[in-house]
């Protein structure tokens, strides 16, 4: 079984940075694909990063050039790092692996998800 477990998020100014953290027990991240979702409050759950074992990345176009997804299989953790924050960033993030990145696009995941780490941002 399978636990993922976020955490990093908090209450951030507008422009501020935060830094997630993902981690699983009970399995290694290597060969998959692992990717950073949000679901805001009445939206649906999204892809906002992606990164391969490979090092091939994707991020969806409203976090371009301010987040970064890096992983360290040798610890089993995911990160994203999130610059100049912005109050449409307000979510709750979580993490999960897939097969490839088309899949996570389309919350094809493996695993059960976590709880999630809120992130509010303030204007």
């Known amino acids: 079984q399978v636990q993922l477990v976020e955490s990093g998020g908090g209450l951030v100014q507008a422009g501020g940075s935060l830094r997630l953290s993902c981690s699983a027990s009970g399995r290694i991240f290597g060969g998959y694909a692992m990717g950073w979702f949000r679901q805001a409050p009445g939206k649906q759950r999204e892809l906002v990063a992606a990164?391969?074992?490979?090092?091939?990345?994707n991020y969806a176009d409203s976090v371009k050039g301010r987040f970064t997804i890096s992983r360290d299989n040798a610890k089993n953790t995911v990160y994203l790092q999130m610059n100049s924050l912005k109050p449409e960033d307000t979510a709750v993030y979580y993490c999960?692996?897939?097969?490839?990145?088309?899949?996570?696009?389309?919350?094809?995941?493996?695993?059960?998800w976590g709880q999630g780490t809120q992130v509010t941002v303030s204007s």
């Open positions: 999960n692996a897939g097969s490839n990145i088309d899949l996570l696009l389309n919350l094809r995941v493996f695993w059960s």
């Open positions: 990164r391969t074992s490979g090092g091939d990345t």
